[in-house]
């Protein structure tokens, strides 16, 4: 690997995870890395952020002002906060009416008129385009008030509808394109986006579905047969819109976009049809309220201006972060639902010994659920206000989605925990619920991988800046003379004590390169500047949070873990540096690390988001929810030691990496005499081994 600091601006410029793994000698995932992150940077370019990330700050300094931490909350009350209740009216009118689901529990027609007409399918669509020109912070409202009310899947289709679907539009489409489609969207025809396909899952890059050219016309022809058919598409029906991420050629490396109406049925090839298109359902377990389908295409015509001029997994990076944000929105309001249905039912029902709400366990179960939903909210109202002021979104966005995902699924157990049996009746909203709450955690990125991409990006500038040159060092031992990569099982990924015993040579040329490596003066540097500046901090940490005056004017019960929460996200730049000396290349492959310390981002900023938001709100009931569930969230961090876990984590990966051998070698004799069963969408790839 070069140590020549690559531009990191430029997306042409391998990222410094890319760089890591072709280090290690991981080709595969450098590419595979490396086209996502080329991807992701485009779509960072697009947005145009001229401020720093807020979580970088608060990992890196400089710290953020109150007012920053409290802009989400701030907004949200500043903007109008009726522009929804047309739509909420229509839509749980027709609740109440009983007209919002059909008998087989799929959301129906009526409502979906009745909301259209309200203008909810086109809430954030500009006027021109026959659209309500709501602001984002605007609809996560609406989204948490459906959600909150019973209507969550109806607050998933219009966050899919509006996020995605009109998002990727007005970003990226032609100005036909928005004249001819944005205002089908605004008047309630439905627009999926369609990436997943049977043969692909996360890595989305590698989309097999492709286009050719027409050979009878100018357009393109479609073909995603067999496992390139796409795969648990949301909002994607017969006769709805939906744009459908394509390689340009079944080869090529571009990967386009194109936008396309369904047709109103099944087409079969034969005399009048030269293509075959079939859409049904996906037969997924969760969103069985909505549409989600798996789709064929074969020949399909496609016409020449259906194509979107941008690369599709671009187009899904330059989206994701609203419907991230509009997730967490719809988490605080399933998280609302669950407290007062749960509470309800606290409130009527004897228990051993009194009323169930009188126990602290079920009131903890309580402020758990409410907790999240504020938590949640909070989170969601911050990134949208970050990303309204051109702050980069990096890392908050991916945070806000996994605390809320996180948050919503312990909420429902929280509340079975309260509603006991009842909580599976089929009848009740909360056993509804469940599975959309486990697939929160996949959807829009799964939640353990996006904290992994978190941490990544939020330590780039550092990783870069001082981290690459040792990088570089370890690498260099990684080649032979002819600058070709060494067999696998000779290469170098740590270097320890023990190496110096072993390889006293190496370990030498190691020390010499780096003490003539810039970039190890710099992080030298770097160490001793930090380091100062903690031990002239030291006297602080005596200082009562009541007169620290960046603390003192948040309420008593929430300045505490305020204070705590900033002070141990400074403290994880020497985690993370840690971390890196500890493991060096090798942290390409251990992911335990790198997860953990993105659970301790997450868990910090989502304490400190709670604590600035309730605070802005200066409601004492909603300051109580956030010191309770601030106190849970410090005792988790507690519980999650990095820099003093370092040893733990490497015995954890040892244990891991063996039960996995066994696994995927089929020497583990805990599944002997077990047959797998045959999962569903078979994708062509060799059986699992067992
Ligand atoms: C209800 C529902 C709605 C959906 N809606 C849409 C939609 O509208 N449009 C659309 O395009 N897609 C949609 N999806 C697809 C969803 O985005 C995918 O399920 C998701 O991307 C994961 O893909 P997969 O399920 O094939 O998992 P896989 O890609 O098979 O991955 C399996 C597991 O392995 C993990 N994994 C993979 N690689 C690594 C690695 N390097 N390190 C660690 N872990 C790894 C993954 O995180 C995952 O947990 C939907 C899915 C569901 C279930």
């Known amino acids: 690997?070069?140590?020549?600091?690559?531009?990191?601006?430029?997306?042409?410029?391998a990222s410094t995870a890319a760089q890591a793994l072709a280090a290690a000698g991981d080709a595969d995932s450098a590419r595979d890395v490396g086209a996502l992150d080329d991807a992701a940077k485009q779509a960072a370019l697009r947005l145009g952020a001229h401020k720093r990330s807020l979580v970088e700050r608060l990992i890196y300094g400089p710290l953020p002002e109150t007012s920053e931490l409290q802009s989400g909350a701030e907004g949200a009350a500043r903007v109008d906060t009726q522009a929804g209740d047309a739509v909420m009216h229509a839509a749980l009118a027709a609740l109440e009416r009983g007209e919002a689901?059909?008998?087989?529990?799929?959301?129906?027609?009526?409502?979906?008129?009745?909301?259209?007409?309200?203008?909810?399918y086109g809430f954030t669509v500009p006027r021109e385009y026959g659209g309500k020109a709501g602001e984002y912070t605007q609809l996560a409202l609406v989204e948490e008030e459906m959600a909150a009310n019973g209507l969550g899947p109806l607050a998933v289709e219009i966050s899919g509808e509006l996020t995605i679907g009109a998002g990727s539009l007005l970003a990226y489409g032609t100005d036909a394109q928005k004249q001819t489609f944005l205002p089908m969207v605004?008047?309630?025809?439905?627009?999926?986006?369609?990436?997943?396909?049977?043969?692909?899952?996360?890595n989305a890059k590698k989309v097999r579905a492709y286009v050719e050219p027409d050979p009878k016309g100018s357009g393109y022809r479609l073909f995603a047969q067999g496992d390139r058919n796409k795969l648990w598409i949301t909002n994607a029906t017969h006769g709805g819109l939906v744009g459908i991420v394509a390689r340009i050629g079944e080869t090529g490396k571009k990967v386009g976009l194109f936008i396309t109406r369904l047709p109103e049925e099944n087409v079969q090839k034969g005399e009048d049809s030269d293509y075959e298109f079939w859409c049904q359902s996906s037969n997924t377990g969760a969103f069985t309220a909505n549409y989600n389908s798996r789709i064929h295409f074969d020949n399909f015509p496609l016409?020449?201006?259906?194509?979107?001029?941008?690369?599709?997994?671009?187009?899904?990076?330059?989206c994701l972060r609203m419907g991230r944000c509009m997730l967490a929105a719809m988490a605080a309001g399933y998280q609302r639902m669950f407290a007062a249905d749960a509470s309800a039912y606290a409130k009527g029902r004897e228990g051993?010994?009194?009323?169930?709400?009188?126990?602290?366990?079920?009131?903890?179960?309580?402020?758990?659920?409410?907790?999240?939903?504020?938590?949640?909210?909070?989170?969601s109202h911050l990134s949208l206000r970050q990303d309204k002021e051109g702050v980069d979104l990096a890392g908050l966005r991916d945070l806000t989605k996994s605390a809320a995902a996180t948050s919503a699924l312990e909420a429902q157990i929280a509340c079975e925990r309260v509603l006991g049996g009842r909580s599976f009746d089929k009848l009740s909203r909360v056993h509804d619920a469940r599975h959309n709450m486990h697939v929160f955690g996949v959807v829009e990125g799964e939640d353990d991988l996006i904290l992994m991409g978190m941490v990544k990006d939020v330590t780039d500038s550092f990783t870069t800046k001082y981290m690459a040159g040792m990088l570089g060092v370890l690498q260099s031992l990684n080649v032979d003379a002819d600058g070709k990569p060494l067999p696998r099982d000779e290469r170098l990924l740590r270097i320890t004590p023990a190496t110096a015993i072993d390889q006293p040579g190496k370990v030498f040329t190691a020390t010499k390169r780096l003490l003539s490596n810039l970039s190890f003066w710099k992080l030298a540097g770097w160490v001793g500047?930090?380091?100062?500046?903690?031990?002239?901090?030291l006297?602080?940490?005596?200082?009562?949070?009541?007169?620290?005056?960046?603390?003192?004017?948040?309420?008593?019960?929430?300045?505490?873990?305020?204070?705590?929460?900033?002070r141990r996200l400074r403290w994880l730049r020497w985690a993370y540096l840690s971390i890196n000396l500890y493991f060096q290349l090798e942290l390409t492959r251990a992911q335990i690390p790198l997860q953990r310390l993105g659970k301790v981002i997450e868990l910090l900023t989502s304490m400190l988001a709670t604590a600035h938001h309730a605070a802005s709100t200066r409601d004492p009931s909603q300051i109580r929810v956030a010191a309770l569930q601030c106190e849970q969230l410090m005792?988790?961090?507690?519980?999650?030691?990095?820099?003093?876990?370092?040893?733990?984590?490497?015995?954890?990966?040892?244990?891991?990496?063996?039960?996995?051998?066994?696994?995927?070698?089929?020497?583990?004799?805990?599944?002997?005499g077990v047959e797998p069963q045959a999962f569903s969408h078979p994708f062509e790839a060799k059986p699992p081994k067992r």
Request: proline fraction near 5%; glycine fraction near 12%; charge should be neutral.
């Open 539 to 566: 006297p602080l940490l005596l200082l009562p949070t009541s007169i620290s005056p960046r603390h003192q004017l948040l309420p008593k019960d929430l300045a505490g873990y305020a204070r705590f929460a900033e």
């Open 101 to 120: 689901f059909t008998a087989d529990g799929k959301l129906a027609d009526a409502l979906r008129k009745e909301v259209a007409a309200a203008g909810g």
């Open 186 to 202: 605004s008047d309630g025809q439905l627009m999926a986006f369609g990436l997943t396909e049977v043969g692909i899952g996360v």
């Open 635 to 672: 005792t988790r961090v507690k519980g999650m030691r990095l820099i003093t876990g370092l040893w733990q984590m490497d015995r954890l990966r040892k244990h891991v990496a063996g039960v996995g051998e066994d696994i995927e070698k089929g020497n583990c004799t805990l599944l002997d």
């Open 303 to 318: 016409q020449q201006d259906s194509e979107i001029p941008a690369d599709g997994v671009e187009v899904l990076f330059y």
């Open 1 to 13: 690997m070069s140590t020549k600091e690559p531009d990191s601006h430029s997306p042409q410029a």
């Open 529 to 537: 500047g930090n380091a100062l500046i903690e031990v002239l901090r």
């Open 352 to 379: 051993v010994g009194g009323k169930v709400i009188k126990h602290e366990l079920p009131r903890q179960h309580l402020g758990k659920m409410i907790g999240g939903a504020l938590m949640s909210r909070a989170l």
